[in-house]
């Protein structure tokens, strides 16, 4: 006969997650006999511990007849935080069986509090086992091996917003945490997180339920119960703060990786401009950016800076994902001191021209972004337009008369406050423009326009009317 021994099959969760159990929930146990034969009944003394926060609640039999006489005695110590469960179960008349084969004896239940202590050890240790197996010779019983296991506690943990890999302070290496752990989140299956109560960004100690992920737990910065990009902004705008005894020296300079794009560009490359808005400077920002419009044209390669962030030290990181035809993005400065212009171009896309391709008069569409200063975080407005040829009804038509470009205001704009042309840099490029008498025709030189495409920002006391040309 084979060596006998337990197996312990957790009910409530997936064998993932099965080595650990988590603060104010239940768990189940299954409590398995390998390699044993003809099992006819048994017997356990099952120790315990944390039992001032891990409370027994039932116990019921598995494989045996339901009507097999099962007894339980569950006796547990504060004093000593240690319990001891006594479990005995055999059929009401062994005649009626010849046993049976590897039987899952038992489920026990148990229920963790929510003053569970994180990462604690819980122990369960089974002695003095025995079961009782049918043979030729007549029923025997056989000593059950004594057999340890341990489980970790899930507990509830104080985190501080943007120290993402725990270290305690906020530098470079937690952005890459947070673009480690990208995507967890309540809507990943198999895997629990959870959301902080009152959660703010401000740095103190907040407290939450560690996810089945741990480590995932701090990457959530904002505290929604899942980790975006946004995140980042948070850790930028508790950037080199210290919560403790950190292990690095608080004099110690902490910089962003600045990432170099310059490689991306080639001699067909084409920057198309993500142009935005925000009601203030900010520091940070992270979005999404959607180029179906675009994808028929061009090749997309990635993202390269814009001209909003005044400084050097810029760290940019993006996700190109070719179903969706979206590019998931973070950019933030490390100097405060750099915070970004109100509007421009935040950043380009930089593509290639497909082969055979038209005119594409399309740019980017910025399809959510959020930004954010060193106190709050506020959205971040979308300005990019889709610029085709505009219908008769449109607010604008533009015509090409050779040595000038000639755009009529419609729907009743009768005055324009001013003109601004930019090229694919952001870059304003002076000509000469000149109005009807009303102001609501605009004729722009052509003479100082030598690139293939332009940017016109109309500004009337109604709106800012913007064109590609």
Request: proline share 4%; aromatic share 10%.
């Amino acid at each position: 006969m084979n060596a006998q021994r337990f197996a312990l099959l957790r009910t409530d969760v997936d064998t993932a997650r099965a080595n650990f159990v988590t603060a104010t929930f239940s768990f189940g146990i299954d409590i398995k006999l390998d390699s044993i034969r003809k099992c006819l009944g048994f017997s356990f003394q099952i120790q315990y511990d944390q039992v001032n926060y891990i409370k027994f609640s039932n116990c019921k039999i598995i494989d045996f007849p339901k009507s097999s006489e099962l007894v339980y005695i569950n006796q547990a110590d504060e004093n000593s935080n240690t319990g001891t469960l006594y479990i005995a179960a055999s059929p009401k008349n062994p005649k009626d069986t010849l046993g049976i084969d590897n039987p899952k004896t038992v489920h026990i239940e148990f229920t963790v509090s929510q003053t569970a202590p994180h990462l604690q050890n819980l122990n369960f240790q089974f002695l003095k086992s025995e079961a009782v197996v049918y043979t030729d010779s007549g029923r025997v019983r056989v000593k059950l091996p004594n057999s340890l296991f341990t489980y970790k506690i899930h507990g509830f943990i104080n985190i501080y917003p943007g120290d993402a890999d725990n270290n305690l302070m906020v530098d470079n290496q937690d952005f890459t945490t947070i673009i480690q752990f990208l995507g967890l989140g309540i809507n990943t299956k198999a895997s629990r997180s959870y959301r902080r109560q009152n959660a703010s960004t401000l740095w103190f100690p907040q407290r939450v339920l560690a996810w089945d992920e741990v480590a995932a737990t701090y990457a959530d910065c904002d505290g929604n119960g899942r980790i975006t990009t946004v995140d980042m902004l948070v850790a930028r705008m508790n950037f080199k703060k210290i919560h403790s005894e950190a292990q690095k020296s608080k004099n110690e300079t902490q910089s962003l990786n600045k990432t170099e794009h310059k490689s991306l560009l080639t001699s067909n490359s084409v920057l198309l401009p993500v142009y935005a808005e925000c009601p203030m400077p900010f520091i940070g920002t992270a979005g999404t950016i959607s180029y179906a419009d675009l994808d028929n044209d061009f090749d997309v390669i990635g993202l390269s800076d814009g001209n909003m962030f005044k400084g050097n030290g810029n760290f940019l990181w993006y996700s190109i994902s070719k179903d969706t035809k979206t590019i998931e993005f973070a950019y933030i400065t490390d100097d405060d001191n750099a915070a970004a212009v109100k509007s421009g171009i935040l950043l380009n896309l930089v593509a290639e021209p497909k082969a055979g391709s038209g005119t594409n008069n399309c740019l980017p569409k910025l399809l959510e972004c959020t930004a954010s200063n060193n106190v709050t975080m506020f959205p971040l407005n979308q300005i990019t337009d889709v610029l085709e040829t505009p219908a008769s009804d449109a607010e604008y038509t533009v015509s090409d008369k050779g040595e000038y470009f000639e755009i009529t205001l419609n729907n009743g704009i009768q005055s324009v406050e001013s003109v601004n042309i930019y090229n694919l840099l952001g870059e304003s490029i002076p000509t000469q423009i000149n109005f009807s008498d009303n102001s609501n025709v605009i004729y722009i030189n052509k003479i100082a326009l030598s690139e293939a495409r332009y940017f016109i920002k109309i500004t009337t006391p109604e709106k800012i009317i913007r064109i590609c040309l």
